[in-house]
């Protein structure tokens, strides 16, 4: 039972990437999230939706460049992520979070993906 990301790289600024969630052996119909961590700071929530109804949370700072969707038949979440910013780069993570509701707090999370680097620089 694990998450496995994808899709990180090194881009330009201004440049998109789609990072994507896979879930083996378990449906990945859960409350998820992604988080990011960048070299010396703190893990932090970028964006999270919720099992119920998919509404879907972002941090301000990603807010109309970055989106989250799902695709329950593939078990799999993505995050599109446009406009790129080299303060975007760091380590994303997938994650699912205990209970229904979203939390950008990792101590919520139920289980950790491994991660996929995004480095933005010219």
């Known amino acids: 039972v694990q998450l496995q990301a994808s899709g990180g790289g090194l881009v330009q600024p201004g440049e998109s990437l789609r990072l994507s969630c896979v879930a083996s052996?378990?449906?990945?119909?859960?409350?998820v999230g992604w988080f990011r961590q960048a070299p010396g700071k703190e893990r932090e929530g970028v964006s999270c939706?919720?099992?119920?109804?998919?509404?879907?949370y972002y941090i301000d700072d990603t807010k109309g460049r970055f989106t989250m969707s799902r695709d329950k038949a593939k078990s799999t979440v993505y995050l599109q992520m446009n406009s790129l910013k080299p303060e975007d780069t760091a380590i994303y993570f997938c994650?699912?979070?205990?209970?229904?509701?979203?939390?950008?707090?990792?101590?919520?999370?139920?289980?950790w993906g491994q991660g996929t680097q995004v480095t933005v620089s010219s």
């Open positions: 939706m919720e099992k119920t109804d998919s509404t879907t």
């Open positions: 994650a699912t979070i205990k209970g229904a509701y979203c939390s950008g707090d990792p101590h919520f999370v139920y289980r």
């Open positions: 052996r378990f449906t990945l119909d859960n409350t």
